[in-house]
């Protein structure tokens, strides 16, 4: 039958291409299926085009730490073509060729199930296809921005991630609503790139609440040199724009308004399961899918459904989408073909450690594993030790003015490594080394002889582990 394959994928953002690529290549065949743009929110409005946005100003930063060199204005012009150059004009033909190349049958429309291993696709042009899998339908279809319920803002058709990497020219000034990573990068990549007034409103105390406070202390720091207000404990109450695409007012639960040229809001995400069938197979629409450690679905007979990234509400990382959908195409091709499928390279488990994040603002942050705050939450016995980034000569070499810092939260009855956070201009090419010790539980006694070269800013494990007392 023309419409039946081994595995249907909904969605083709990198987790479903990933989950299709690894069943083909365990031998199956696969259909992707897609609504909108192949390669999904990450190619075309999160993770590309907001580095390509932040790298020049990154890089400007940088080239002024350095004595001898100037760094003139950035070229917004030249910087916003550049990122549209990074998201191929947001044509996907390029990645629907991929697709095919795996090769799995690309589909263009809004999928839905339908049933026990049945997929319809509304098709663009009208009408439907019904797709029927022999042994497995994978959802990827990521997650979407949440707009909170503050009177007014939803009418004043505010920015979200979408937009704001997406815009064609930099606001005169931009208000942010939200303090978490979208919101941090995003309000200096705009300002580096022109917005003369950037207001960051955040409801917490602090920004990157999630992160270590000297972490959140650093790029708040940072955003003070560069012109950027701060205000915390703030909430927006209502919001106000009068005329279409014109100013917009943003009235706060304290303090004066805030008056700009374009508000975004970036306060959240939530799973993209709207419209996507999940009660005809007996689960609830409007929560993310609940997984096992091989992707599959929970409370769903017959152990066909899977869900990978976003949708399935673990990590909300790109790089762990991935990482789940190369596990979930490896374990369904295993179990379709009779095999084992209880290998440890088919469990997706490393979240369980804490998934490695990257904040690519100037300082940059980077952790992996647990917080102080959380490991004692957690009841483990934790000795945390702290050295100055900036200290370490590799990091003095980079330019004057550079600052940072790094962290490690060590297990101090086992003594290995719980967490590791890193700030500081280039910091996010120290993580890799930091996730392998944390999610392979290096004893620290293994760790003292790697041996860092000198001189790089990753002689700060030294520095760490001489703090700890090796």
């Known amino acids: 039958m023309a419409d039946e394959f081994d595995v249907i994928v909904i969605g083709a953002g990198p987790a479903g291409e990933n989950a ?3 069943a083909v290549r365990g031998g199956l065949s696969a259909a992707v ?3 909108e743009l192949a390669g999904g929110e990450c190619s075309y409005w999160a993770c590309v085009p907001s580095k390509a946005l932040l790298r020049p100003v ?5 080239v002024r730490r350095a004595p001898g060199l100037t760094a003139g204005p950035v070229d917004a012009a030249a910087v916003l073509a550049r990122r549209d150059e990074a998201v191929s004009h ?6 629907v060729e991929w697709i095919g190349s795996v090769p799995a ?4 429309g809004r999928g839905r199930l339908d049933g026990p291993k049945r997929v319809l696709v509304d098709l663009p042009g009208g009408g439907t296809r019904t797709l029927t899998a022999r042994h497995a339908v994978v959802l990827a279809t990521g997650s979407r921005a949440v707009l909170p319920p503050v009177p007014g803002l939803a009418e004043a058709v505010p920015w979200t991630s979408r937009e704001v990497t997406a815009a064609k020219s930099v606001p005169g000034r931009l208000a942010v609503l939200g303090g978490g990573v979208v919101a941090c990068e995003m309000a200096q990549a705009m300002h580096g790139l022109g917005a003369r007034e950037t207001t960051v409103l955040v409801r917490g105390d602090r920004l990157l609440g999630r992160m270590e406070p ?3 202390a650093l790029v708040a720091e940072s955003f003070a040199a560069a012109g950027i207000e701060v205000r915390t404990g703030v909430e927006a109450v209502r919001v106000e724009r009068p005329e279409p695409g014109g100013p917009v007012t943003v009235h706060l639960s304290s303090g004066p308004p805030v008056e700009a040229d374009e508000l975004l809001v970036a306060t959240g995400r939530r799973a993209a399961t709207d419209g996507l069938g999940l009660e005809t197979v007996g689960l609830p629409g409007d929560r993310p899918v609940a997984v096992d450690d091989s992707m599959r679905a929970t409370g769903v007979g017959g152990g066909w459904l899977y869900a990978v990234g976003d949708v399935n509400g673990r990590d909300l990382l790109t790089h762990m989408g991935k990482y789940q959908a190369r596990v979930c195409g490896d374990v369904i091709a295993a179990r379709a073909g009779g095999g084992p499928d209880d290998l440890p390279a088919l469990r997706a488990t490393a979240g369980g450690y804490g998934a490695p994040q990257v904040v690519f603002t100037d300082p940059q942050v980077c952790s992996v594993g647990r917080t102080e705050e959380r490991a004692r939450a957690e009841g483990f016995p934790v000795r945390a030790v702290e050295y100055d980034l900036g200290s370490v000569t590799g990091a003095y070499l980079l330019g004057d003015g ?3 810092r790094a962290k490690a939260v060590v297990d101090d009855e086992r003594r290995v490594l719980l967490g590791v956070t890193f700030a500081g201009p280039g910091a996010a090419e120290l993580l890799h080394a930091a996730t392998i010790a944390v999610t392979a539980e290096v004893p620290l006694e293994r760790l003292w002889h790697a041996v860092p070269s000198f001189p790089t800013v990753s002689e700060v494990w030294l520095r760490l582990l001489e703090a700890y007392g090796l």
């Open 58 to 62: 990154e890089l400007a930063a940088e």
């Open 20 to 22: 299709a690529d690894r």
């Open 105 to 108: 049958e690309f589909v263009r």
């Open 214 to 216: 000297f972490a959140s």
């Open 90 to 95: 947001f044509d996907d033909s390029g990645q």
């Open 33 to 35: 299926v897609e609504a």
């Open 402 to 404: 550079y600052r940072g």
